[in-house]
């Protein structure tokens, strides 16, 4: 019974969440635009679907992700798991190497069921005609998210400055789109701002700022922002790459079927 | 007969999104028994959690394809069948703001915002002069979605280039970068990251994709995406200018 009730308020909420988006379509269907929709009952069964997905969705989360997610970022990146003595100043940054291959595994993991993504990836394989595949996109913004937010807790231990970290990134980025196919460019772009959204943002925040906390000389208020930024610009320069290896590979493909023939 | 196809469908959606979780899964038991090594309490929320997971991630993806996609994509041939590009922007700008200014990631980062802003001594050390401060930056991030995907539907109609706008506005970041308060630097950067929501992101790229299609010259695949691009990319400019304003 009690299951139920943390249910329905979960429900009551991702209903409040959408109601401006709804409002908004509404609104200007029935004003702005003035004509029926062509499958009202249809459309409308899928938005029960989507709502009702998402609140199962969230509370699942809440149930076994999110807690245990806490726990062991907790765990982690305790001192006494490290192996350090909290009085110190200064940490060896090699010290936290567990923390480094946890923030990949779990960013490589949880975008990989990140449901915006999945929306994203189902709509360019559709449009490209299949010669964009929706696991390949994905797989490709999980590898970036993962050394995005590795690299992320890194610059947390070190203490390194986060700009110069992000303008490198960018750096990158402008000379990839010199040279990337331009099909993919938009794409691309895209994908670094669906990344992060209902299942990495509260892990990685957890994530970060368990270890601004504990890691000696780092303050949890300055410190543990900056892995969102990490998270959604690697996957930028993670599905550029893929495009640029796949359409090198198939130019090299060509040439030696041109050799042939 | 019928019935066999959907229920066989569901079915294979549910395998599916099991699927997309197990590295989730393995990740966390991997962690727990072999490096951290200690037992993990309420194996049963876990398992039910798990479950709840996979069913409203199928549910979701159903509904997505049967509701989301199609809306956004009937909304954008209606627009420009009506030709009129004012509504359209005015469409474009109420949905950036509308669906941003309840984002619950971003009324938590602002609050978080507001602490680091009165710890740094930039605002008064009160609870009134943080809840200002806060819908302050709530306020002017929803102004920048709305903005972005305002530009994002004008650069699809009138087909401008992706890139100059997107390098255009990374140098614009860089160079406030130099100039913003540094507490407020993190803070901008993360909040590109999370105004863009489970819901926004599959119907803005509906949205994007459905008006390329319609208008005459334009590829979906070059002009559709980018949308969500600018969606992240506004939000930083306009959160360090609230920095250095304040």
């Known amino acids: 019974m009690q299951w139920l009730h943390a249910f329905a308020f979960t429900l009551l909420e991702t209903c409040r969440d959408v109601l401006p988006i709804a409002g908004t379509i509404i609104g200007f269907q029935v004003l702005v635009i003035r004509k029926p929709l062509i499958n009202p009952r249809k459309t409308l069964v899928g938005f029960v679907y989507v709502l009702l997905g998402i609140a199962l969705f969230l509370k699942g989360l809440d149930m076994a992700l999110f807690p245990i997610g806490d726990l062991m970022a907790k765990q982690l990146t305790d001192p006494e798991f490290i192996g350090i003595n909290p009085a110190l100043r200064e940490v060896p940054w090699e010290a936290y190497l567990w923390v480094y291959v946890f923030a990949a595994s779990i960013g490589f993991a949880t975008t990989l069921a990140e449901p915006a993504l999945i929306a994203v990836a189902l709509k360019a394989q559709e449009i490209s005609g299949g010669a964009i595949q929706a696991l390949g996109l994905r797989l490709a913004v999980s590898i970036g998210v993962a050394v995005g937010i590795s690299l992320g807790t890194f610059r947390i231990v070190s203490g390194l400055e986060l700009y110069h970290f992000i303008i490198a990134g960018y750096i990158i980025v402008l000379i990839q789109t010199a040279f990337a196919p331009k099909l993919i460019i938009g794409l691309a772009y895209d994908s670094g701002g669906v990344t992060t959204s209902t299942v990495t943002v509260p892990l990685v925040t957890a994530l970060g700022l368990g270890l601004a906390s504990t890691v000696p000389g780092r303050n949890p208020l300055l410190d543990g922002f900056g892995l969102i930024a990490f998270a959604s610009l690697f996957p930028i320069i993670a599905v550029l790459g893929y495009a640029q290896i796949s359409e090198w590979k198939n130019r090299k493909k060509q040439k030696t079927a041109n050799r042939k023939s | ?246």
């Open chain 2, 1 to 246: 007969m019928r019935m066999a196809n959907t229920s066989n469908k569901f079915l294979r959606n549910l395998l599916n999104s099991l699927f997309d979780l197990l590295p989730i899964l393995v990740v966390v038991l991997v962690f727990q028994l072999f490096v951290i090594q200690q037992p993990i309490d309420n194996v049963e929320d876990i398992i039910v959690g798990t479950l709840l997971i996979v069913l409203g991630l199928t549910l979701f993806i159903q509904g997505l394809e049967q509701g989301l996609f199609p809306i956004g994509e009937t909304m954008a041939h209606s627009f420009a069948r009506k030709g009129s590009v004012f509504w359209l922007l005015v469409f474009a700008f109420s949905l950036g703001f509308g669906t941003t200014v309840a984002e619950p990631a971003l009324i938590a980062v602002a609050d978080e915002a507001a602490e680091i802003a009165a710890l740094g001594n930039m605002i008064e050390d009160t609870n009134n002069a943080r809840e200002k401060y806060a819908f302050g930056l709530r306020i002017s991030v929803a102004l920048s979605v709305g903005f972005a995907i305002v530009i994002g539907v004008l650069r699809i109609i009138r087909g401008w280039p992706l890139h100059y706008l997107i390098i255009t506005g990374y140098c614009g970041i860089m160079l406030m970068t130099i100039f913003a308060p540094d507490e407020i630097i993190g803070i901008a950067y993360d909040s590109g990251g999370v105004t863009t929501s489970t819901i926004t992101v599959p119907l803005v790229t509906a949205l994007g994709v459905g008006l390329a299609s319609s208008i005459k010259g334009r590829n979906p695949m070059v002009d559709g995406f980018g949308l969500i691009a600018f969606a992240s990319l506004t939000p930083m400019m306009f959160v360090m200018a609230y920095g250095m304003l304040i």
